[in-house]
């Protein structure tokens, strides 16, 4: 297809129709793609790492979002910091690996050094009128809640991240993230663009018929059902569960009912604590423990799942074992990296208290079969034949969330 | 180069000089290649497949044509379907294999279910309200010439099929295609545009040079030739087989003069029924056939070779012992698939009746050193320093007239 | 990001900031790339290959400049020719391999036959009205500065080159490549703009700390250096060692003067003769000679090295054992082809006297070395976050003069 004007995008955004998936230009077009970079990942709170990357002073990770590498690092006070990871000389990209330890950064070319917080102090030829205070690092928003580390790439960021903090951090503090150490992390590169990976995200309505590893712990009524004489009796029961295990979990202090805000605000979220099937206890193929090291404060390992949910790109699973984390970030119009993480308690022994290839199997596999979903969906509305459809009022109910806040941020964003 | 405004592509079209080849942008431009997909891919009937791919009901294969997957497939009253291969829920494709056998069309995402006529006959959790007679597949145009499958993307097709059918019929019957089996089909891509792979198939003056397994069986003057006092003798002995073999053939029921409306039609065609050299049989190494049962009711296994050349993109060959049909099939302005199928007998038995290597050699070799051709062109009009040549007027006509046609059809489509 | 129209592109060629690298656009944009091609590829005179690469008649070689190939020949006269390697029939490329030999230039297509002064001396099949002397190929301006092969693909080409052939004969002509032959070529591809790979040639500041094999011979004063007391006696010793070097040069009638015109004529260069550290005899290992046969008239092997660097796509260096071309050809805005090419004298003998590893090892490091520079420099000028940072007075002057004459002659050439 050719590509979109600005006053397009500002059209396409204008007739969105309610209850139905986005016209095919928001999944293929590059100026849609370059307006995301700029409006939804340029503008809002992005989730990129989890504190337990860099543990100690002078680790660091870095990060693309679209063309931009992030230099993410903890200074000598043990403060987060976040910088663009160019050189102020020539620009050269300054730490080519995607983590590392550093005393101070120093560019490869021409040994410009900048310290941990980001002042240059050190150069050498240029001269008697050249101002080191003037060539510090260009600074990027960076914070963390409770371990789950947020940038933004704007200049004022979101006023609202502190809010969701505050109403978070009684879900998320028990399990206490930064006591935790990365037990495994997988990239993939998946052929579709960034929103479809997203919507993949947001439904459990595909799960029974192409996830058979995660619905061995995951119960089908949890995501949305339409209801019908032949599921009353299974529905009835799990709403019996969740109530009974939300009262159970309250009482051990762990906060469990619903919060969902996800098209109401700018940094919009989602969460709920969700009994597990099975043993009840992790997203694992038995549904029991994959790391005997139960994190922070929880002593019952049979805590389900505390699943967070964040626009535009994360989505967190904290269970009494491990907290497996994903961040979702844009490459082209057609190609999207999804970085899972799993961490797991900082004293687990490996090979003792829990196994990389049990801890990982059941979202290694999920991933891969989402990966497919979303391929061929990328596949699909490439075809001039797609035209939006209509999404279940029952099990896509936040698939239309996400939509709604990606239209009405990119609304908001690009006044026409 | 820059790419085109479609204003250009107007201008180009104009000045078009009769005799000389096309203008580089025809072959760069990346406006250029989706106009012809919209107005030549998609407006005109295009060979894509031959009846023996899907013999069966629930057989399907899906074609690529530009982005756009299409689904064709065998219903349960043995009718042709054609389809967009996209889910009218969110738009996934719904057959990723390029060939299979189905009951029903089950999209892999959500399970939204067609049956093979394209009507939508089951999904869950869409509500009272959604009604399924609004959700069916879309429809392409199919039709048959005789086994072989053309479709139209357009609403309203070109009449003009139903007369190129009545003219080819007797030609294509007594080979009976649909009665054979596929033998060997194989798909290349070649790095040149679309339009330089037809202009290769549109003459032999580049046979003598480049293809010494073809022309083991082709006679050199049966393409065209610039009369001259060294080939005299040649010519006409030529003109004398092929005035023996046509009445020796017409005898037989087997149609065999030239038609040739490549350029005064919208579905432009050429066939002719061409002697063969040495054996005189197929287009094999030793000019024999290749396959011991011979096709439909033909008997002597000495007919030469019927070609059929249809505008825009295929050709074919019917032998005694087999049919060769070619599918050309843009993939980029610099990209282009072509897909070969080889039919022998439904009762010729591998390793007995026919033996694949042998019945497959000329044409695959033919078909590499074609790629190679359309592929030095396509680096050379990418010069800045090419300019359209003339072609010439004993060998070159029907190149000339596969570029009239092409011109005159984006002339007619897209008023300036 | 976006890309450019050509107003923009005038506007960011007035507003440079002297003393400061280039905005990211000019890395980046395809517009402006494309510019480059035509404005400083298309309009001055290039380097592209040394004569040992063509020694005898019908030896030919083909170069591509972005999308022009470009063939190389010496005609039965001994003199070189230049023609786009493009057929005046349909256009196909002509000869598809980087080097031969031929008697005739015949294309492959359909046997159009060239001579190698680019006459079309045979065709078939074209008619009567056909005239052959209408068809021969296009020819490419090219001159040989005592060996070096420069090609100007402008109708008329910059009138200066002939004062920079006489200014350059005398420090060229003692070494005599063109009785030299070559020794190993090498070609890596850089994933940067061109630009790029010049400014780093035109510095080295960077060398200390990326050069390990280069800089055992180079001393690091003979390319700026910010005067501190620290060093003072350092690069007193140095003009020192410089100034004899120089005076026993030019009595041996090696003229060593530095000629500096890099950003004040069209075709701007620049030559020097250094003295080399150590052994002081050739960029090696050692900094002894890597050939035992010295070149042309120079019979004392410790001449240090003559540089010589053109704008806008070459550096060498000639030694008293062998010399080392380098030309670099833009592929898209971050590709960029580096050809390197080792020459001995023709009488030396491989394994005897030299050995291709100990003569290429020096710049082979370094090539690669510098790749990697050029490349995080390109990923950290595609950041949004890149700003132009200031150049060392002392460390980058020529590079400064780079993109002086870069931008004098973009704005020269596109009139607002």
Redesign the interface.
């Given at each position: 297809?050719?590509d979109l004007k600005v006053s397009q995008l500002a059209d396409l955004l204008q007739r969105r129709r309610p209850g139905y998936?986005l016209d095919?230009a928001f999944y293929l077009s590059d100026?849609v793609f370059?307006s995301d970079l700029k409006h939804i990942f340029g503008q809002h709170w992005i989730f990129v790492a989890v504190e337990p990357q860099i543990p100690e002073p002078g680790d660091f990770i870095t990060v693309d979002v679209g063309?931009?590498?992030i230099l993410i690092t903890r200074d000598d006070d043990d403060q987060l910091q976040a910088f663009?990871?160019?050189?102020?000389?020539?620009?050269?990209?300054?730490c080519?690996s995607h983590k590392g330890m550093v005393g101070n950064i120093v560019c490869?070319?021409?040994?410009w050094t900048y310290d941990l917080k980001g002042s240059l102090i050190h150069v050498?030829?240029?001269?008697e009128g050249?101002k080191k205070e003037d060539?510090g690092l260009?600074k990027v928003h960076v914070r963390s809640l409770e371990g789950l580390i947020f940038i933004c790439l704007a200049e004022t960021p979101p006023a609202d991240f502190e809010d969701m903090a505050q109403q978070m951090t009684p879900y998320l503090a028990p399990h206490r993230l930064k006591d935790c150490k990365v037990a495994a992390q997988v990239e993939i590169v998946e052929k579709g663009n960034w929103k479809l990976v997203m919507?993949n995200n947001r439904e459990c309505?595909?799960c029974v018929?192409?996830h058979p590893e995660l619905t061995l712990s995951l119960y089908e009524y949890g995501f949305?059902?339409?209801p019908s004489p032949a599921n009353a009796e299974g529905m009835a029961r799990f709403r019996d569960i969740l109530a009974k295990s939300h009262a159970r979990w309250e009482a051990m202090g762990l906060p469990s009912a619903e919060i969902e805000v996800l098209d109401s605000r700018v940094t919009g979220f989602r969460t709920q604590r969700l009994p597990l099937d099975r043993a009840g206890q992790s997203q694992t193929m038995n549904a029991e423990v994959a790391s005997k090291k139960l994190l922070g404060r929880i002593t019952d390992p049979a805590v389900g799942g505390l699943s967070f949910w964040t626009q535009p790109n994360s989505w967190h699973h904290f269970m009494s074992d491990h907290v497996v984390s994903f961040s979702v970030l844009p490459i082209a119009p057609g190609e999207t990296l999804v970085r899972t993480t799993w961490c797991v308690h900082k004293d687990a022994v490996e090979g003792v208290d829990y196994d990389v290839a049990n801890l990982t199997k059941v979202w290694n596999a999920t991933n891969d079969q989402d990966r497919?979903?979303v391929e061929?969906?990328q596949?699909?509305?490439?075809?001039?034949?797609?035209?939006?459809?209509?999404?279940?009022?029952?099990?896509e109910e936040l698939v239309e969330k996400f939509c709604n806040w990606y239209v009405g941020r990119m609304r908001a964003l690009n006044p026409v």
């Open positions: 297809m050719s998936s095919a100026a370059q063309k931009q590498s663009h990871n160019v050189c102020r000389h020539r620009g050269s990209r300054l080519a490869p070319y021409h040994q050498e030829h240029m001269g050249f060539h260009k919507e309505y595909h018929g192409n949305g059902y339409q497919r979903l061929e969906s596949v699909g509305v490439a075809s001039g034949a797609y035209e939006p459809g209509p999404y279940s009022p029952y099990t």
